[in-house]
């Protein structure tokens, strides 16, 4: 990774390739699985070299 994340907070990593975006759009599904809402409160992309 080129850069570092340091906010507190879950995180995942998901590996998107340029044909994923062909459309210049990026669908992304989640789901809670805990009983309550899941949600959302920030999208950081980071280049991988």
Request: hydrophobic fraction near 45%; aromatic fraction near 8%; charged fraction near 30%.
């Amino acid at each position: 990774m080129t850069g570092t994340l340091d906010k507190k907070g879950k995180w995942i990593k998901l590996f998107v390739m340029w044909e994923d975006t062909n459309d210049g759009k990026l669908k992304v599904k989640i789901e809670s699985m805990a009983g309550s809402n899941a949600m959302i409160s920030e999208i950081v992309f980071v280049e991988q070299k």
